[in-house]
């Protein structure tokens, strides 16, 4: 199995163009399942349904949420699709399995005042208060992933016009940036970042103050430092700057399939979890619905 494993990943990053985080997901998911049939000395090759369902109750019994659930079962699906599309099975035991039906919780968001006071915390009068002002409007201005700002490199920014080029896997979206966004943008990129790099080879458009590419802790941390400046009660995370983005705009009237696609979301559905928020009132493009554009 381990050898049809490589393969199967080797097309989903070669083929299939995932990113790197999705890739990782799925390779946890099928090593955590070759696992299982080797414990259970079951050929995954002649797997039935009733293997799957027994596997996806283990991952219950040992405590794995329904949505962690949902996510291995797609992971084993598609590698079994590969499996019969490549002829080393002639039927895939996944076929008629059901998900595990995911409750969806409402997203936690920020008010636009408690937005507009963790923004104000950063102080421009340091490199890093620079970039850290930068990286958080710009982290509200788009409602992109972490995984996705940290992975920017500075030629994905056009400055002149406005816009960032985001890249998810072999997808990309250009996401429009707001006035005060795009202003700490470029006092970072022409004051700030220039020193902090060490190397003129170093592309990452987000560093860290060692000037190399930022990784999600530490991105992580620096929200969780201002949202404590500002004394915020609630729990922020990077993702609820997302969660926020999409809010706001869609309260101030945004069409929900702009922000679909902003959002970088392949089904609607996904969308459409922030309709409860939304309010009856405009009908505005970015620049009106943003309360920071």
């Given at each position: 199995?381990?050898?049809?494993?490589k393969?199967?990943?080797?097309?989903l990053?070669?083929?299939k163009?995932?990113s790197n985080?999705?890739?990782?997901?799925?390779?946890r998911?099928?090593?955590f399942f070759?696992?299982?049939v080797e414990?259970?000395k079951i050929?995954?090759?002649k797997?039935?349904?009733?293997?799957?369902?027994?596997y996806l109750q283990?991952?219950?019994?040992?405590?794995?949420?329904?949505?962690?659930?949902?996510?291995?079962?797609?992971?084993?699906?598609?590698?079994?699709?590969?499996?019969?599309?490549?002829r080393?099975?002639?039927k895939d035991?996944?076929?008629?399995?059901q998900?595990?039906?995911?409750?969806?919780?409402?997203?936690?968001?920020?008010?636009?005042?408690?937005?507009?006071?963790?923004?104000?915390?950063p102080k421009?009068?340091?490199?890093k208060g620079?970039r850290?002002?930068a990286m958080?409007?710009?982290?509200y201005a788009?409602g992109?992933?972490?995984?996705?700002?940290i992975?920017?490199n500075?030629?994905?920014?056009?400055l002149?016009e406005?816009?960032?080029?985001c890249?998810?896997?072999?997808?990309?979206?250009?996401?429009?940036?707001?006035?005060?966004?795009?202003k700490?943008?470029?006092?970072?990129c022409?004051e700030?970042?220039?020193?902090?790099?060490?190397?003129e080879?170093e592309?990452?458009?987000f560093?860290?103050?060692?000037?190399?590419?930022?990784?999600?802790?530490g991105?992580?941390?620096?929200?969780?430092?201002?949202k404590?400046?500002a004394?915020i009660?609630?729990d922020?995370?990077?993702?609820?700057?997302?969660?926020s983005?999409?809010?706001?705009?869609?309260?101030?009237?945004?069409d929900?399939?702009a922000?679909?696609t902003?959002?970088?979301?392949?089904?609607?559905s996904s969308?459409?979890v922030?309709?409860?928020?939304?309010?009856?009132?405009?009908k505005?493009?970015?620049?009106?619905?943003?309360?920071r554009?």
């Amino acid at each position: 199995m381990e050898k049809q494993i490589k393969l199967f990943l080797d097309f989903l990053q070669n083929d299939k163009k995932v990113s790197n985080n999705t890739l990782q997901s799925y390779r946890r998911d099928i090593i955590f399942f070759n696992k299982y049939v080797e414990m259970n000395k079951i050929n995954y090759a002649k797997a039935n349904e009733e293997d799957i369902q027994n596997y996806l109750q283990y991952l219950q019994t040992i405590g794995k949420k329904a949505s962690t659930i949902s996510r291995n079962l797609a992971s084993i699906r598609s590698f079994y699709q590969f499996l019969v599309k490549n002829r080393k099975i002639k039927k895939d035991p996944t076929m008629n399995i059901q998900s595990p039906k995911i409750e969806k919780k409402a997203p936690s968001v920020l008010t636009a005042k408690e937005v507009e006071l963790l923004l104000n915390q950063p102080k421009d009068v340091d490199l890093k208060g620079t970039r850290d002002k930068a990286m958080l409007e710009f982290a509200y201005a788009t409602g992109m992933r972490v995984s996705e700002i940290i992975d920017l490199n500075v030629e994905d920014v056009n400055l002149e016009e406005g816009f960032v080029n985001c890249h998810q896997g072999n997808k990309q979206r250009n996401i429009p940036l707001g006035t005060m966004s795009l202003k700490a943008l470029k006092e970072y990129c022409q004051e700030a970042r220039p020193i902090l790099i060490k190397s003129e080879e170093e592309k990452a458009l987000f560093v860290n103050i060692n000037g190399q590419r930022l990784t999600r802790q530490g991105f992580w941390k620096i929200v969780k430092y201002y949202k404590e400046q500002a004394h915020i009660t609630k729990d922020i995370t990077p993702h609820v700057l997302r969660h926020s983005f999409a809010t706001h705009l869609l309260q101030n009237g945004a069409d929900l399939k702009a922000i679909q696609t902003m959002l970088g979301h392949s089904d609607i559905s996904s969308t459409q979890v922030y309709m409860q928020f939304q309010d009856e009132g405009l009908k505005n493009i970015y620049k009106k619905a943003h309360p920071r554009a």
